[in-house]
Antibody
Framework: QVTLRESGPALVKPTQTLTLTCTFSGFSLSTSGMCVSWIRQPPGKALEWLALIDWDDDKYYSTSLKTRLTISKDTSKNQVVLTMTNMDPVDTATYYCARQTDYGDISYFDYWGQGTLVTVSS | SSELTQDPAVSVALGQTVRITCQGD??????ASWYQQKPGQAPVLVIY???NRPSGIPDRFSGSSSGNTASLTITGAQAEDEADYYCNSRDSSGNHLEVFGTGTKVTVL
């Protein structure tokens, strides 16, 4: 049974750095084809992909946010961590982590965490 | 980077068929996947690859693709299908970036 759970602060101040942790179970991030992505959704708006880390420790970032994002994994703890620097009120959103299965030309997010709402406000 | 464009909203009568489209250059090279999201809930994968449904997804959901357009069809829509639907594919740059569509609100009348 695959599960993912996001954790982190519900409130951050502008200019601060956000650190979110995704703790997962039911799969190994060292298995070929397994990835974990972070995706966010501002209130009432569409989903936005942020970053991905794969089984080979390759990392990919949204072009528009790459200067602010860092993704890392701790395979022994089954955790993926996302940091986002210089937070702004426009970054207020629900942040999801999701397992991504990648078979080359077929890639999909098959399991999602419940999401964590992060509000950026002074 | 790529963009995936969806109609903002569509409506369908109970038991009828509705098609949701997703347009973008990346769809010429990569399969789309489709996600259903109900209010206050995380998205749920409903279609991936050529036309594959995860376990537990009803067979009234189907996917297709032609050129730069991917489609999700709900045949015999049910009240519980009322939700937001998002498409997703890899970015056309080939750099393993991902992109989501703008989303379609489906209302079942």
């Amino acid at each position: 049974q695959v599960t993912l759970r996001e954790s982190g602060p519900a409130l951050v101040k502008p200019t601060q750095t956000l650190t979110l942790t995704c703790t997962f179970s039911g799969f190994s991030l060292s298995t070929s084809g397994m990835c974990v992505s972070w995706i966010r959704q501002p209130p009432g708006k569409a989903l936005e992909w942020l970053a991905l880390i794969d089984w080979d420790d390759d990392k990919y970032y949204s072009t528009s946010l790459k200067t602010r994002l860092t993704i890392s994994k701790d395979t022994s703890k089954n955790q993926v961590v996302l940091t986002m620097t210089n937070m702004d009120p426009v970054d207020t959103a629900t942040y999801y982590c999701a397992r991504q299965t990648d078979y080359g030309d077929i890639s999909y997010f098959d399991y999602w965490g419940q999401g964590t709402l992060v509000t950026v406000s002074s | 980077s790529s963009e995936l464009t969806q109609d903002p909203a569509v409506s369908v009568a109970l038991g009828q068929t509705v098609r949701i489209t997703c347009q973008g250059d990346s769809l010429r090279s990569y399969y789309a996947s489709w996600y259903q999201q109900k209010p206050g809930q995380a998205p749920v994968l409903v279609i991936y690859g050529k036309n594959n449904r995860p376990s537990g997804i009803p067979d009234r959901f189907s996917g297709s693709s032609s050129g730069n357009t991917a489609s999700l069809t709900i045949t015999g829509a049910q009240a519980e299908d009322e939700a937001d639907y998002y498409c997703n594919s890899r970015d056309s740059s080939g750099n393993h970036l991902e992109v989501f569509g703008t989303g379609t609100k489906v209302t079942v009348l």
